[in-house]
């Protein structure tokens, strides 16, 4: 079979993989530096940050349309040129998606990938990482039970008596403020200071292959699901709020989401923090201590219950196929980044609740 690639094509190819493998370097050589990466996320935080500032005129998410489409464009293209030219039409598009990714992954490894390279969230804040005892995660659990209980009776409810916030632009600039002045100020000065978008089109599928919430480093945006469950959202917009401030790391970018959220004015930021952050002592202490999780989770108030049910029912309606595979693939990607227990790098956090409330 006699192949016919012009040589604007075979120049795609090449550009490709060479901007790959630049990508790939560039994530490789800052992660052996470590700390001594510092010009290196520096400019990565820059460029990102001026993307952010540039695609910030637009009210809804760049990204999505970017990825709705590239992919149809990625179709279209492939599809005319096999049938234009058959097997080298295909090959000819083969070439233009190596440059798109080549393109696409070193933005992405010089924006973000890099960011994993930098000092721990831990030395920043001054906290001691590391095991704790199963009595000083079910003290830490009590506390945030009990810390928990309280702000369920401050925040707004619904009429069947669930979790009811502002509207997310309130959350989002609630979020912004927390960061701006709190624990968290030296990382906000690092950003864009633009707070996350919230999805428009496509959070049903984010929802399907269980994702809440992305930082895409092409645009500079964070981005937050349309079809969270309440008590997930102003944790997450200060998940995603944290990786775009150069926090990489799942367990950081959760614990940073954490205390931004405590130390808020606004009570249904804290209580969503509180929420998500006992979820974790939860998890954790339920496979050390059974029968002190009990006693715990014996203690919760009945419309933490009520929110803890209303968020099970909500994530329930998505098990399946699909979302076990959207769960793997972002399992791969958390551990090519360098975080080897992948997904489970979420609740990972445990280990800094325990010495926040022990320093606290």
């Known amino acids: 079979m006699k192949i016919n690639l012009s040589r604007k094509e075979k120049a795609y190819g090449l550009a490709g993989l060479l901007l790959a493998f630049f990508g790939w370097g ?3 050589v800052s992660a052996g530096l470590g700390i001594a990466a510092a010009p290196m996320r520096a400019v990565g935080q820059g460029l990102g940050n001026q993307l952010c500032r540039i695609w910030s005129i637009f009210p809804f998410p760049i990204s999505e349309v970017v990825w709705i ?4 464009a990625a179709i279209i293209v492939t599809v005319m040129l096999t049938v234009r030219r058959g097997f080298s039409g295909f090959l000819g598009a083969v070439c233009r998606l190596l440059l798109a990714g080549g393109v696409i992954y070193a933005l992405f ?4 990938l890099t960011q994993y390279s930098a000092p721990s969230l831990a030395d920043h804040l001054g906290l001691e990482g590391g095991k704790h005892s199963v009595d000083e995660l079910a003290e830490t659990a009590r506390k945030v039970a009990d810390e928990l209980n309280a702000y369920a009776q401050l925040v707004d409810r619904d009429a069947e008596g669930l979790f009811a916030p502002e509207c997310y632009d309130i959350l989002a600039e609630a979020v912004q403020e927390s960061y701006r002045t709190g624990s968290m100020q030296a990382l906000y000065n690092r950003g864009a200071g633009i707070a996350p978008k919230e999805g428009v089109l496509l959070s049903k599928v984010m929802s399907w292959v269980s994702i809440t919430g992305y930082y895409f480093p092409i645009t500079g945006e964070s981005i937050v699901s349309g079809d969270l469950i309440e008590t997930s959202v102003p944790y997450t917009i200060a998940h995603e709020t944290a990786h775009s401030f150069g926090i990489g790391p799942e367990k950081e970018a959760n614990f940073a989401a954490f ?10 930021l804290t209580y969503s923090a509180l929420f998500n952050g006992y979820i974790s002592l939860h998890n954790a202490l339920f496979n050390a201590d059974r029968d002190r999780w009990r006693e715990v989770y014996g203690s919760l108030s009945r419309p933490v219950l009520d929110d803890l049910a209303a968020k099970s029912a909500h994530l329930a309606q998505y098990e399946g196929k699909l979302n076990d595979f959207g769960s793997s693939v972002n399992d791969a990607y958390i551990k090519s980044t360098g975080q080897p227990d992948g997904v489970r ?3 990972l956090m445990v280990d800094l609740l325990i010495s926040y409330y022990t320093n606290r």
Do not use: M, T
């Not at 489409?69 to 149809?72: H, T, V």
């Not at 490894?109 to 973000?112: D, M």
């Not at 205390?259 to 249904?268: F, H, R």
């Open 345 to 347: 790098s979420y609740g």
């Open 109 to 112: 490894s010089v924006v973000f």
């Open 26 to 28: 560039w994530f490789k």
């Open 69 to 72: 489409g590239g992919i149809a």
């Open 259 to 268: 205390l931004s959220c405590v130390e808020s004015k606004d009570p249904s």
